[in-house]
């Protein structure tokens, strides 16, 4: 049998909090990039020093500022699933990694199954859906670190397909997929 491999990319809409935030940094950046344009200008002999200081403390804001771009990236391989963080499209971290043999329940975010996403002990929680309002499914299971994890996710087609082939028992849903599509 072949492996079964899908991978998405999903990026991670701001918050109201998070564009608050982007805008105090910008807003900061500005700021104190005038600040020291001023005082560094008003002596003749720091004057040499202005345009390091003021393309250091633009650098620096920048950096800040796309500290809060997010994205998640799923990875499914035979029903094993990893998440992957990556930060401002430069740095990537493995988030949670679950076996397909470590798979407890994999189930759509509804109301119907919402109970047995938010009961239990978890030694983490991953939200990596792309906003709250969108459609996401929800899994649990043991990490590969150690620990019983639950994951909020957007999987694709592709990707409940392979978890319906590799772990069906764990899915009380299984969703309508043409597999002429998936294939």
Same mark, same amino acid.
């Given at each position: 049998?072949?492996?079964?491999?899908?991978?998405?990319?999903?990026?991670?809409? +701001?918050?109201?909090?998070?564009?608050?935030?982007?805008?105090?940094?910008?807003?900061?950046?500005?700021?104190?990039?005038?600040?020291?344009?001023?005082?560094?200008?008003?002596?003749?002999?720091?004057?040499?020093?202005? +345009?390091?200081?003021?393309?250091?403390?633009?650098?620096?804001?920048?950096?800040?500022?796309?500290?809060? &771009?997010?994205?998640?990236?799923?990875?499914?391989?035979?029903?094993?699933?990893?998440?992957?963080?990556?930060?401002?499209?430069?740095?990537?971290?493995?988030?949670?990694?679950? +076996?397909?043999?470590?798979?407890?329940?994999?189930?759509?975010?509804?109301?119907?199954?919402?109970?047995?996403?938010? &009961?239990?002990?978890?030694?983490?929680?991953?939200?990596?859906?792309?906003?709250?309002?969108?459609?996401?499914?929800?899994?649990?299971?043991?990490?590969?670190?150690?620990?019983?994890?639950?994951?909020?996710?957007?999987?694709?087609?592709?990707?409940?397909?392979?978890?319906?082939?590799?772990?069906?028992?764990?899915?009380?849903?299984? +969703?309508?997929?043409?597999?002429?599509?998936?294939?």
């Amino acid at each position: 049998m072949h492996d079964m491999y899908s991978e998405k990319l999903v990026r991670r809409k +701001p918050s109201s909090k998070i564009i608050a935030i982007k805008a105090a940094i910008a807003t900061a950046t500005m700021f104190l990039a005038y600040l020291a344009f001023y005082i560094l200008c008003s002596s003749l002999q720091l004057i040499g020093f202005m +345009p390091i200081a003021v393309a250091a403390i633009i650098f620096v804001g920048w950096k800040a500022f796309t500290y809060f &771009n997010a994205e998640f990236e799923y990875t499914v391989t035979n029903g094993s699933l990893d998440v992957d963080k990556i930060v401002a499209k430069k740095s990537r971290k493995r988030l949670v990694s679950v +076996p397909a043999k470590n798979i407890e329940l994999l189930a759509p975010y509804t109301d119907e199954y919402r109970s047995r996403y938010e &009961n239990g002990s978890f030694k983490e929680t991953v939200d990596a859906r792309e906003s709250e309002t969108s459609e996401s499914w929800f899994l649990i299971g043991d990490s590969s670190k150690g620990g019983r994890v639950r994951i909020l996710f957007e999987p694709s087609e592709r990707m409940l397909y392979i978890f319906e082939k590799n772990i069906p028992l764990k899915m009380p849903v299984r +969703p309508e997929i043409d597999e002429q599509y998936i294939l």
